[in-house]
T-cell receptor
Framework: AQSVTQPDIHITVSEGASLELRCNYS??????LFWYVQSPGQGLQLLLK??????LVQGIKGFEAEFKRSQSSFNLRKPSVHWSDAAEYFCAVGAPSGGSYIPTFGRGTSLIVHP | EAGVTQSPTHLIKTRGQQVTLRCSPI?????VYWYQQALGLGLQFLLW???????NRGNFPPRFSGRQFPNYSSELNVNALELEDSALYLC?????????????FGAGSRLTVL
């Protein structure tokens, strides 16, 4: 079975600083990988996804992520963080199950942005 | 286009009671997924419905059940509520047959069990 590890429970950055959120997955083949963001009181919004092809994936809100097979990682990056980026970020891996790819989520990383 | 809608948004129950949560998927989506988001535990997969059938379920006891209606809306039922059932219950939908499904989530139903 697949699994996802987000080693950082909380990350604090200053507004304008760069950001990298870590994600490691465990799966025997090339998985489908996702990053979602959850603002307080909201559901999850898809930031970006990787299915195949170029290992550097661009998403919404200026986010990008890089798939590194050798490290089983899919880290999320942003060059300059805005205060509105403060939220909970979830990495997910999708592997086939009963004809669908049901995503398994990490426990999330809470991003705190200081002015 | 309306997104995934869930009701109620908040509810409080006591131990032993039963609860029903409702979800309306995006128009045209046939698959509905239910996740439990308990504090500090991330999202735990509960159930997947597609075209009215339960296709898969996560590692939860049988008192968690649900169904999907012909219009693809769905209900999640939890019987004999326990304190640890307190969580945000998220519903998501996706189109049929898209393989690597991208889920669109609702805002959730927050259940508090006292």
């Amino acid at each position: 079975a697949q699994s996802v590890t987000q080693p950082d429970i909380h990350i604090t950055v200053s507004e304008g600083a760069s950001l990298e959120l870590r994600c490691n997955y465990s799966y025997g083949a090339t998985p489908y990988l996702f990053w979602y963001v959850q603002s307080p009181g909201q559901g999850l919004q898809l930031l970006l996804k990787y299915f195949s092809g170029d290992t550097l994936v661009q998403g919404i809100k200026g986010f990008e992520a890089e798939f590194k097979r050798s490290q089983s990682s899919f880290n999320l990056r942003k060059p300059s963080v805005h205060w509105s980026d403060a939220a909970e970020y979830f990495c997910a891996v999708g592997a086939p199950s009963g004809g669908s790819y049901i995503p398994t989520f990490g426990r999330g990383t809470s991003l705190i942005v200081h002015p | 286009e309306a997104g995934v809608t869930q009701s109620p948004t908040h509810l409080i129950k006591t131990r032993g009671q039963q609860v029903t949560l409702r979800c309306s998927p995006i128009s045209g989506h046939t698959s509905v997924y239910w996740y439990q988001q308990a504090l500090g535990l991330g999202l735990q997969f509960l159930l997947w419905y597609d075209e009215g059938e339960e296709r898969n379920r996560g590692n939860f006891p049988p008192r968690f059940s649900g169904r999907q209606f012909p219009n693809y809306s769905s209900e999640l039922n939890v019987n004999a509520l326990e304190l640890e059932d307190s969580a945000l219950y998220l519903c998501a939908s996706s189109p049929k047959g898209s393989g690597a499904n991208v889920l669109t989530f609702g805002a959730g139903s927050r259940l508090t069990v006292l």
